[in-house]
T-cell receptor, first 114, second 116 residues
Framework: GESVGLHLPTLSVQEGDNSIINCAYSNSASDYFIWYKQESGKGPQFIIDIRSNMDKRQGQRVTVLLNKTVKHLSLQIAATQPGDSAVYFCAETINTGANSKLTFGKGITLSVRP | KAGVTQTPRYLIKTRGQQVTLSCSPISGHRSVSWYQQTPGQGLQFLFEYFSETQRNKGNFPGRFSGRQFSNSRSEMNVSTLELGDSALYLC???????????????FGPGTRLTVL
């Protein structure tokens, strides 16, 4: 069945370093992927997305990489800041329009050390 | 413009009771989805409503139900509450499709339900 998983439950990085958060997915038919950030007491917040016809997409301080061969997704955060401390989720979907629904991974906690 | 709002933010109920949670989507958004978030299971899709019709449904028992009104506001109801229903219930809205590429889904802050 479909599943989206994260390799590690927690990640601790030094402020100013780059962070890399990894995610594996199992459904090779998935064609749209999203990264969300969830801060304590808040709902998930969209960070960046990527379609399966791309292998890299960049945003402000964030980059998402997609490797369809090994079904792997990663989120890179440049110059990690204390405000980046949160739980990060990857999500996947098969983009069929009205029947699209997101499947979320378990979440990984990013902790930024000052 | 205002984000997704959910009421109440916190709720305490006892087993066997029922509960109704409310969600107001972003103005102009017609798709509303509900998710259950627990430490053990993560974020799980409950259902999605669009134009007052349930368009998608996750793998939850019939005790979980919802509806959407003509102004796109949505409610979800859980009947005969069980201890395992304790969770953060999140609502998300988007223009058209809950998982559609390019149609960003915006989440509310959630309702924290505790069942005693």
């Amino acid at each position: 069945g479909e599943s989206v998983g994260l390799h590690l439950p927690t990640l601790s990085v030094q402020e100013g370093d780059n962070s890399i958060i990894n995610c594996a997915y199992s459904n090779s038919a998935s064609d749209y992927f999203i990264w969300y950030k969830q801060e304590s007491g808040k709902g998930p917040q969209f960070i960046i997305d990527i379609r399966s016809n791309m292998d890299k997409r960049q945003g402000q301080r964030v980059t998402v990489l997609l490797n369809k061969t090994v079904k792997h997704l990663s989120l890179q955060i440049a110059a990690t800041q204390p405000g980046d401390s949160a739980v990060y989720f990857c999500a996947e979907t098969i983009n069929t329009g009205a029947n699209s629904k997101l499947t979320f991974g378990k979440g990984i906690t990013l902790s930024v050390r000052p | 413009k205002a984000g997704v709002t959910q009421t109440p933010r916190y709720l305490i109920k006892t087993r066997g009771q029922q509960v109704t949670l409310s969600c107001s989507p972003i103005s102009g958004h017609r798709s509303v989805s509900w998710y259950q978030q627990t430490p053990g299971q993560g974020l799980q899709f409950l259902f999605e409503y669009f134009s007052e019709t349930q368009r998608n449904k996750g793998n939850f028992p019939g005790r979980f139900s919802g509806r959407q009104f003509s102004n796109s506001r949505s409610e979800m109801n859980v009947s005969t509450l069980e201890l395992g229903d304790s969770a953060l219930y999140l609502c998300a809205s988007s223009h058209w499709f809950s998982g559609g590429a390019g149609d960003t889904q915006y989440f509310g802050p959630g309702t924290r339900l505790t069942v005693l």
